[in-house]
C-alpha cells in the first residue's frame, strides 16, 4: 500500500516537473526598457526633424533597420527605436 503511494507521488511529481520543462526552455526573451533614464533624457518615440537614433553614434542597431536597438547612453535598455530621439543626440 504504502510502496503504491510512494510510486503515484513520483510519477506524479515527475510530471509536472516534465511539463514545466517547456516553459523554462522555451521562455521568449524579455524586452526591456530604462524609464528612469529615458525620462531624464526626454526619449520620444519620434525623430527631431533630421535628428534620430539611427543617426546618433549612441545607437545599437537590431537585426534590421527596422528594428529596435539598443542605446550606449540608456543602459539595459533594448527597446529603442530608429525612428526615436533623446537630448543625447550626438554625430560626434
Ligand atoms: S543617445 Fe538618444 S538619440 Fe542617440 S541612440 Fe540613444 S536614445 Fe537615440
Redesign the pocket.
Known sequence: MSTNLSRRRFLQTASVALALIPLVVIRPARANTNASVRAR?K?QNAPNNDMS?AS?L??IPGKTDKDLGG?R??PGDDE?APN???T??NTM
Open positions: 533624457l526619449y537614433c546618433c549612441e545607437f542605446c547612453v540608456i529603442i526615436a530621439y533623446c543625447s543626440w
